[in-house]
């Protein structure tokens, strides 16, 4: 961990990769470890525009930041978006496992395919995530 002396950017020359981060709880995550000067990997599964507006304000505020698509239930695609991470910012030292989704519809109407998806993005993913991070 690199501690940073500006108490503006105390996250400066950190590494950082929010799950989920082109909309939502994730997108507040990215902008605030931009603005504390973080290096921010934007992932996003669906919806590169908005991905690539993230990426756009994140670099406003003075950090570097790219989108990375990866569905975080796919264990190929997540460790294919962290080696692009390691390839252009060397390391990760923040991790925000936030993508998720839910499938609404009471628990006897769910079907076993809506059950699937929700436990691979929740949970899955989450393990997928943070075996990669260390």
Known sequence: M?????????????????????????EACALALGV?????VVNYR?????ADRVVETIERSGSK???VRADVSREDEVEAMFAEMRKRFGTIDI????AGLQRDAPFHEMTLEQWNAVISTNLTGQFLCAREAV
């Open 36 to 40: 504390a000067g973080a290096d921010v």
């Open 65 to 67: 930041a790219i989108a």
């Open 2 to 26: 690199n501690a940073s002396p500006d108490p503006l950017q105390p996250l400066k020359n950190q590494k950082a990769l929010v799950t989920g981060a082109n909309s939502g709880i994730g």
């Open 95 to 98: 991790l925000v496992n936030n």
């Open 46 to 50: 669906s919806d590169p525009d908005e």
